[in-house]
């Protein structure tokens, strides 16, 4: 018997288990009987949305046009033979050294879950978020993914079907967002009015300021949250304005410092430089003020938080540190909506933070480790100006 000739496009993959491994036989003839059935082909090539078809093997062996337009707009089958996570060039999936569905991201990730489920007979579904890198840029796919079992042939297969639902996504969050920040707002003003009673002279003056401050950004959040429910698009109108870093900062620290969540604690300003830069200070006030408040919940009595400013030749780069260290496997989905280790229905705060610092054009990340603790960063482009 003559040995089959490799089809068109063979080559050697690097799978999520890290071998250098060639597509197996086994997975060439599971390709074929879905490619080369006529009909079947036709069918499943009309479904508009993405839609596999996995192995056991956690292995591509079908894949319709819609996933090929995703993926690769240049090959005819560049996916077959690779894990779900490969095919869509998942961070975690690229970088893993264990075998697919196995890594300890594929835990907390929606697709391998249904996967998962799907190969064990039982149809299930989920929303998730991949961190991707297709065509070469950075990306996250938000999908609704079904994963419904299939036994064909004499194997056992799932056929996943994805959904983008990142405009619908998008506007939620947007909305979830307002209504958060809005509370963590009128927070600050409670706590501001709790201490009215207790303070005199120029104390007194200071925080009648903040509070008509404060009072005055309740009531941004409140028409920024209207203009996300009458838009038809979910972009929100950003606001430029030149702001100067030293009096930006020390005013969030006198703001948050009246915070519930910062009772019997401190929250003090360990650098405070000076630079003139361009931003909406709407929703920067948004992110520093969640970068606050998430490190003070994180935080005991007794404990400290600190907010810092410094600057190079061209960003600046403020930073909220506070000791306790964030959970190992929280952080693989930290800026995720609903990513949270204090409970259902939170995690809106983090996910605000890379949401609106995209908008303005930032960069945030953060390090954690228990010998460190927690630091997160946002990095600006400021105009090279100091203030004299």
């Known amino acids: 018997m003559q040995n089959k000739p490799k089809p068109k496009g063979f080559r050697e993959e690097s799978h999520s288990c890290g071998s250098k491994c060639k597509k197996s036989a086994i997975t060439d003839l599971q390709h074929e009987l879905f490619n080369e059935g ?20 956690w292995q591509v062996v079908y894949a319709n046009p819609a996933v090929r337009a995703l993926v690769d707009k240049d090959h005819e089958n560049p996916v077959i033979g690779l894990s779900e996570g490969e095919a869509f060039h998942c961070v975690h999936a690229r970088h893993s050294l264990q075998e697919a569905g196995k890594h300890e991201c594929c835990r907390i990730c929606g697709v391998a879950r249904v996967l998962s489920l799907s190969l064990q007979g039982k149809a299930a579904s989920e929303d998730c978020r991949l961190a991707c890198e297709l065509t070469g840029t950075a990306s996250n796919l938000d999908l609704r993914v079904w994963a419904t079992p299939l036994e064909f042939n004499g194997a056992n297969f799932s056929i996943l079907t994805l959904v983008d639902i990142s405009d619908k996504y998008r506007r939620e969050a947007l909305e979830k967002i307002c209504y958060h920040d809005l509370l963590n707002t009128l927070s600050s003003i409670k706590g501001f009015l709790s201490i009215m009673n207790e303070v005199k002279g120029e104390e007194h003056a200071e925080i009648c300021e903040l509070l008509e401050r404060t009072t005055q950004s309740s009531i941004d959040e409140i028409i920024a949250l209207r ?32 915070h519930p969540a910062a009772s019997n604690k401190s929250l003090k300003m360990t650098d405070n430089v000076s630079r003139i830069f361009s931003s909406d ?9 969640n970068m606050l408040i998430n490190a003070l919940e994180a935080t005991p009595v007794g404990g400290s938080v600190s907010l810092s400013g410094t600057a190079d030749d061209t960003q600046l780069c403020i930073q909220v540190h506070n000791d306790q260290p964030i959970p190992r496997l929280q952080c693989h989905q930290i800026f995720q909506q609903n990513s949270s280790s204090k409970g259902q229905g939170r995690g809106q705060g983090t996910y605000s933070i890379k949401l609106l610092s995209d908008i303005l054009g930032g960069a945030v990340s953060f390090t954690s480790s228990e010998q460190e603790g927690t630091t997160f960063s946002l990095r600006i482009e400021h105009n090279n100006e100091q203030r004299s």
């Open 38 to 57: 006529v009909v079947s082909r036709k069918l499943l090539d009309t479904v508009p949305n993405p839609l596999l078809i996995i192995n056991e093997q």
């Open 281 to 289: 200070p709407r929703l920067l006030r948004r992110i520093v003020s």
């Open 227 to 258: 203009m996300i429910e009458r838009a038809d698009q979910n972009d929100l109108q950003v606001k430029i304005e030149l702001l100067e870093s030293s009096a930006f900062l020390d005013l969030m620290q006198k703001t948050l410092q009246r």
